[in-house]
């Protein structure tokens, strides 16, 4: 496993966040990577933490990883929609450790969501 979160491969083959976030292109991104003129609502994310599961006597077998993710969009019920399909995407492979800041920020206009998601990743 890469040591990068899985969070968007879980995304990419759950049907209720692509039928959210676009069956042509899925509409979630790295953190700094999105156009401009992108559809909404789309979402972004990145490891914010992580930490391998030190040992004294062996190397790590499992990496843990934080994941903040945000939901951005012109309507509100399409940002939370969006917001619950990628939660229950991930959730059979991570935790959710926070639910986060549900604004509407006045520069951009868009609503957004955010919420961390928590991954153990074994190693080899």
């Known amino acids: 496993m890469a040591m990068v979160s ?12 692509v039928a959210e976030l676009g069956r042509e292109v899925l509409r979630v991104f790295p953190f700094g990577t999105v156009d401009t ?21 062996t190397r790590p077998d499992v990496d843990n990883y934080t994941v903040q993710v945000d939901v951005y969009g012109k ?7 969006a917001a619950e399909a990628i939660r229950d995407a991930v959730e059979g492979d991570g935790y959710i450790t926070r639910w986060g800041d549900q604004s509407f ?19 080899g």
């Open 6 to 17: 899985q969070l968007y491969e879980l995304c990419r083959v759950n049907p209720s966040v």
């Open 37 to 57: 003129t992108v559809d909404y609502p789309y979402a972004v994310w990145q490891n914010t933490s992580g930490t391998p599961a030190n040992y004294l006597n």
């Open 75 to 81: 309507l509100l019920d399409s940002v939370l929609s």
């Open 105 to 123: 920020e006045t520069d951009t206009k868009l609503y957004r969501y955010s919420f961390d998601v928590e991954f153990y990743n074994m190693r």
